[in-house]
């Protein structure tokens, strides 16, 4: 910093600035800080508040995450058995349907049945 001397403080606090993240950089230049001391320190206290914000933010996403999963499992499990596909005749299905046959298990078919 010897030869450094002759350059005003402003240079060095314009310097750091154009280093920072943009989201730091909005916070520290809203204060007008003069000396270069104070930009950094408020640099540094930004930096710490913006990574508690990012870490919140990502426990938040991973609670909502296995919110959002375990609820779909629970309504997999409550849906049932998909039957397997049963591949009948075309006679077999009309049989089927005169006699209002279920499909898969041959049972009456009325309103609400399941299959067993």
């Not at 989201?23 to 230049?29: M, P, Y």
């Not at 800080?33 to 990502?58: R, Y």
């Not at 499990?77 to 298990?105: E, F, N, V, W």
Request: aromatic share 8%.
């Amino acid at each position: 910093m010897a030869k450094t001397r002759r350059l005003l403080e402003d240079f060095f606090v314009q310097c750091f600035l154009s280093g920072l993240k943009d989201a730091i950089k909005n916070q520290v230049v809203m204060f007008q800080l003069k000396t270069l001391v104070q930009v950094v320190g408020l640099a540094l206290l930004q930096e710490s508040i913006l990574g508690a914000k990012i870490k919140e933010a990502k426990a938040l996403i991973r609670k909502m995450f296995s919110y959002v999963t375990s609820t779909t499992k629970s309504k997999q499990s409550s849906i049932g058995k998909i039957p397997p596909i049963k591949r009948i005749s075309t006679a077999k299905m009309q049989l089927g349907r005169d006699k209002k046959l279920c499909y898969y298990c041959d049972e009456k078919h009325e309103q609400g049945h399941k299959y067993k």
